[in-house]
């Protein structure tokens, strides 16, 4: 399980994080092709399956500051998420949007290709928005994973959950191929016969979709999504515990 904050930094591989280095421009500027799955992190909210109300106000406030956290549980209160899974998709939600686990997806991917663009014209940003693609791991039943983190590897590679796809998500996943090909050799995603893929610095970026639904979308549509204007207008830090010890320490069952 991951602990801790990533990535490592100060190292010859990566001498400085890559926060500082894009904000100070020590980036090979080159053009970039960023993303991130809509629900990256829900599989890894499972430790919080049965968790109560109670729990999960525990949980964020073991988590966050004490004012950060009264925002929090007020912008995703328990009640607004599914049962049976109620507490997993509760604290999946701000974890999402926030990337606060682990940097991964939600708004702080969107502030980063923001910075990149700025300096790189040739700067394109996705998300890959299958609501059911197929994923290699076990997961309860009826548990909703959504998109989560790699589930669109499989859409790019061939991999045992591409045997698992629709006519649609081959589709998908025939399209996807041109994109990434089309970037590799032309450092331009857009190719014919598929929809206009424009940079990040037109205001816009691809939602990928099952069949022939891909579009580019305004970025303001992605920072409603994650909820961004929240996100940008607080300060936050990253999780520092693995999931399982947060839901042993707000009391959560393990089984």
């Known amino acids: 399980m991951l602990t801790g904050i990533l990535p490592v930094s100060g190292v010859p591989e990566l001498p400085l994080p890559p926060s500082v280095a894009v904000r100070t421009g020590r980036i090979h500027n080159v053009p970039l092709l960023i993303g991130s799955t809509r629900d990256e992190v829900r599989q890894w909210a499972l430790p919080f399956a049965q968790a109560t109300r109670e729990q999960y ?5 073991l988590e966050f500051d004490p004012r950060t956290a009264d925002t929090v549980l007020a912008h995703y209160p328990y009640s607004a998420y599914d049962r049976p ?7 999946s939600a701000p974890w999402n949007d926030s990337s606060v686990f682990y940097g991964l997806g939600g708004c ?10 700025a300096r790189q014209p040739r700067t394109y940003f996705y998300q890959f928005d ?12 009826g548990f909703d994973s959504r998109a989560p983190h790699a589930s669109e590897l499989g859409y790019l590679w061939p991999m045992k959950t591409s045997e698992s796809q629709t006519p649609e ?3 998908l996943s025939t399209a996807m191929v041109g994109y990434w090909g089309a970037f590799v050799k032309l450092a331009n995603p857009t190719t014919a016969g598929l929809a206009a893929w424009p ?3 037109s205001g816009k970026y691809m939602s990928l979709l099952p069949g022939d639904d891909s579009q580019a979308l305004k970025s ?3 920072a409603d999504r994650h909820q961004c204007g929240f996100w940008n207008s607080i300060d936050y830090g990253r999780l520092t515990t693995d999931p399982d010890r947060l839901a042993a320490q707000a009391g959560v069952p393990t089984s």
């Open 199 to 201: 940079s990040y610095g």
């Open 169 to 171: 998500q081959r589709q």
């Open 130 to 141: 299958d609501p059911h693609p197929p994923t290699l791991a076990t997961t309860p039943p």
């Open 85 to 91: 899974y109620v507490g997993t998709y509760a604290i």
């Open 108 to 117: 702080e991917y969107q502030n980063l290709t923001a910075r990149f663009a």
């Open 220 to 222: 303001w549509v992605y």
């Open 57 to 61: 106000e525990r949980a964020v406030r």
